[in-house]
Each structure stands twice: as C-alpha cells, then as structure tokens.
C-alpha cells in the first residue's frame, strides 16, 4: 500500500510565533500509516525540527540548490536542510519554476541533490490554465515528470505533488474527474519507467471542506496544502480526513 501523506508548504510564511501553530498540530496527528509533513520556511526549520523530534511529523525544505557548496549567495544546499533536521524538500514548485525560472533539468539536478543527502524528493508538476484550455494537460504532465525525475526515482526517495497551477491560491479546483484523470495518468506513466508505488499528492485550493472528497479520488494519496496548512487547525481537519480516507 502506498504511504498516505499530508504535506504542508508554509511558502514565505511564518515567523517564530508560528511555532505556536506546531504546538497546536502535535496532538492532532498521530503515529501510523498517514504521514504528516510540514515545510516551513529555511529560516525555520531547526526550530521546527527540535519541536517535532521524536513527534509523527516530519519537516521539510520548500527548495535547495543543486550544488553541494559554493559561491551562490542566497541559496541553501540539500546537505544545509538535512543539517537543520530536514527529511524532505519540495522540488520544482510552479511558483519556483515562474518566479526563478526553473526548467524540468534545473529540478532533476536538485532532485539528485537532495537524493544524495538522504532527503526525500517531493516533485512538483501542473499545468497552467492555458495548458487546461488548450488540452494539453496529460501531455505537460508527461514532459514535467520525464525531465524532472532523474533515473533511480523510487518510491522511497521521491514523492509527486500534482498541482494544477490556476488552482493554486484561488480557491478554484479541477473536478474530481480531472484529478482522477492526472493521477491515474501519472501512475501508470510512473509504473512504466520506475517502481509502482509512488506517493502521488495532489496540490491547489485542498481545505478542511473539500479534503475528503479528493482523498477519495482514484491514485490520491494525500495532499501538498499551501495556504490552509497555515492554521492547525485547519491542517489537522486535512490530515484527519486522509487518516480516515
Ligand atoms: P494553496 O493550498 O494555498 O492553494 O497552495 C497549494 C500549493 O501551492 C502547495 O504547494
């Protein structure tokens, strides 16, 4: 059976009152078969980590580079996430690829990175609303996850997070039949290539409301949440409703 995964990405959120939110989140989740992830921002992470050390909840990066050291001012390294007590990070985010341009290969030699460090690669793919309209969906999903996903992606190392990007931050989302479409897509183009088994995640506008009903959706495995990841209470009501799933 495939890991069931909640999956929360705190984007550039989040000072040290946001610990508090940690707090609250523990006695929400618990130890078994659905994971929980929480991604803070870098500056974050070893605060987080210390909090969740020995707690059923494991702390994640939102980028790194791919160069193991060097002279990239701004930038921090797999080894630097895994040193701050991560165990994932999030690779090729959509507003990763907007905003700093980053290709499918930018992110396969991340994902190397991160694979070299001993951290779990969660891999972002999505289309575009004008990709949706002009129904190329499937096919852009194919392309993204050749060339993000280096040779040795195994469900171990690797997670998919699919995330329509005109559902991120709307509050819009694909109907259940266009998720299904993507994820049931996804595997079977993954179970060619690589191992069955991948973790496939799916991302945009997911909310304590409409949690269960994606959850319940063929080939969804948990979610990647962005802005209701924010509150505990709202994460928590998610990762219930996959425990439940
Ligand atoms: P929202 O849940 O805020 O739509 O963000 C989704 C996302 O981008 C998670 O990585």
């Keep these: 059976m495939r890991?069931?995964?909640?999956?929360?990405?705190?984007?550039?959120?989040?000072?040290?009152?946001?610990?508090?939110?940690?707090?609250?989140?523990?006695?929400?989740?618990?130890?078994?078969?659905?994971?929980?992830?929480i991604c803070p921002p870098a500056t974050l992470i070893s605060s987080l980590a210390a909090k969740a050390s020995?707690?059923?909840?494991?702390?994640?990066?939102?980028?790194?580079?791919a160069a193991a050291s060097g002279a990239h001012t701004g930038d921090v390294s797999a080894a630097m996430l895994k040193d701050a007590g991560a165990d994932c990070v999030i690779l090729g985010h959509s507003e990763r690829r907007a905003d700093h341009g980053e290709t499918d290969a930018d992110v396969a030699a991340k994902t190397l990175a991160a694979w070299d460090n001993g951290l779990v690669a969660i891999v972002c793919v999505g289309e575009t609303e004008a990709q949706r309209d002009a129904g190329i969906t499937?096919?852009?999903?194919?392309?993204?996850?050749?060339?993000?996903?280096?040779?040795?992606?195994?469900?171990?190392?690797?997670?998919?997070?699919?995330?329509p990007v005109w559902a991120i931050g709307t509050g819009r989302t694909p109907t259940l039949d266009q998720i299904a479409e993507v994820h049931d897509d996804m595997n079977a183009t993954l179970d060619t290539r690589f191992d069955a088994g991948f973790s496939l995640l799916y991302g945009g506008s997911?909310?304590?409301?409409?949690?269960?009903?994606?959850?319940?959706?063929?080939?969804?495995?948990?979610?990647?949440?962005?802005?209701?990841s924010l509150k505990a209470s709202d994460f928590g009501a998610i990762w219930s409703a996959l425990n439940a799933a």
């Design 3 to 37: 890991t069931k995964i909640a999956a929360g990405n705190w984007k550039m959120n989040g000072l040290t009152e946001s610990l508090a939110e940690i707090d609250a989140l523990l006695p929400q989740i618990s130890d078994g078969q659905t994971k929980a992830i």
């Design 54 to 65: 020995g707690q059923p909840l494991s702390i994640g990066g939102q980028d790194c580079h």
């Design 138 to 163: 499937l096919q852009v999903i194919r392309d993204q996850l050749a060339g993000s996903l280096p040779d040795g992606a195994t469900p171990a190392n690797t997670i998919i997070a699919y995330e």
């Design 206 to 228: 997911v909310k304590p409301g409409n949690a269960a009903e994606i959850f319940a959706v063929s080939n969804v495995d948990g979610a990647l949440v962005g802005g209701a």
